[in-house]
């Protein structure tokens, strides 16, 4: 379950929503999504091991994913507000980006060039909020 964890966080980060609209434009199927990037799960990494818990704690909403959150580690119903929500989605955002060996500059390209590539009611992490974890996590690596 910790390897879905790991997948789902990846799957919902910025950094490869990104790099996935830069590819599809209408139509995505399993040709598509096969080749996209995915870093290694390696359950012992800092990294890897942040992805899961965060992704695990936004996904555990309630009692419904109480077996899951179980196998994961994670409480369910643990974010109790947007803030700490808002803030675990850009910290999730900048591990991931780590994973990808993606530096400042990199996170300052895909925020400047978002926004041509979703909707406009679509969320995205404030980008300082992005830059501050990011910054934490580099002496993490």
């Known amino acids: ?10 799957l919902a980060s910025t950094p490869l929503d990104w790099y996935a609209r830069c590819f599809v434009e209408l139509h995505v199927d ?3 999504i ?16 942040r992805v899961v818990e965060i992704s695990g704690k ?12 179980s ?4 409480l369910v119903g643990s974010v109790t507000s947007q803030a700490e929500k808002d803030d675990l989605i850009a910290e999730l955002d900048a591990v991931v980006a780590h994973l ?12 400047d060039t978002f926004y041509d590539r ?13 830059l501050e974890h990011h910054e934490q996590w580099t002496d993490k690596a």
């Open 1 to 10: 379950m910790r390897a879905e964890a790991f997948l789902l966080g990846v």
């Open 100 to 111: 990808y060996g993606l530096d400042r500059s990199d996170l300052e390209v895909i925020w």
């Open 118 to 130: 979703v909707p406009r009611n679509d969320r995205r992490p404030d980008l300082i909020k992005v």
């Open 71 to 74: 196998g994961v580690g994670v």
């Open 34 to 49: 096969n080749e996209f990037p995915i870093p290694p799960f390696d359950s012992i990494g800092h990294h890897q091991a």
């Open 30 to 32: 399993f040709h598509v």
């Open 58 to 69: 936004l996904a555990a909403v309630d009692e419904r994913y109480q077996e899951w959150a």
